[in-house]
Nanobody, 126 residues
Framework: QLQLVESGGGLVQAGGSLRLSCVASGRPLSTYNMGWFRQAPGKEREFVAAISWSGGTTDYADPLKGRFTTARDNAKNTVYLQMNSLKPEDTALYYC???????????????????WGQGTQVTVSS
């Protein structure tokens, strides 16, 4: 019932920035903790960031702290991922996901997220 659509990916040079957007429809986004994940070819999907339903709490994968920032605007039903100082190793398909477990604690585990977007490709050239 909840649908998520990511956008904002593209090709960028190393050191550049991109802002990804995730727009929800079908259900109010304000009731969900949200997560960002990424997957590079041949690799497992990995956690990027998470944000609470209110936006008051965030969590980031350790290597990404200081470069990536997630925020949300519940009035617009949108979650954002700001990516700065991009590196070639950041190249991946980026997904947003909604935690439908009705638990308050943020999670880095894929299993906690029941609804996923289709992904948006981020490619960073060297």
């Amino acid at each position: 019932q909840l649908q998520l659509v990511e956008s904002g990916g593209g090709l960028v040079q190393a050191g550049g920035s991109l802002r990804l957007s995730c727009v929800a429809s079908g259900r109010p986004l304000s009731t969900y903790n949200m997560g960002w994940f990424r997957q590079a070819p041949g690799k497992e999907r990995e956690f990027v960031a998470a944000i609470s339903w209110s936006g008051g709490t965030t969590d980031y994968a350790d290597p990404l702290k200081g470069r990536f920032t997630t925020a949300r605007d519940n009035a617009k039903n949108t979650v954002y991922l700001q990516m700065n100082s991009l590196k070639p190793e950041d190249t991946a398909l980026y997904y947003c996901a909604a935690d439908n477990s009705y638990l308050s604690r943020l999670s880095r585990l894929e299993a906690r997220y029941g609804d996923w977007g289709q992904g948006t490709q981020v490619t960073v050239s060297s």
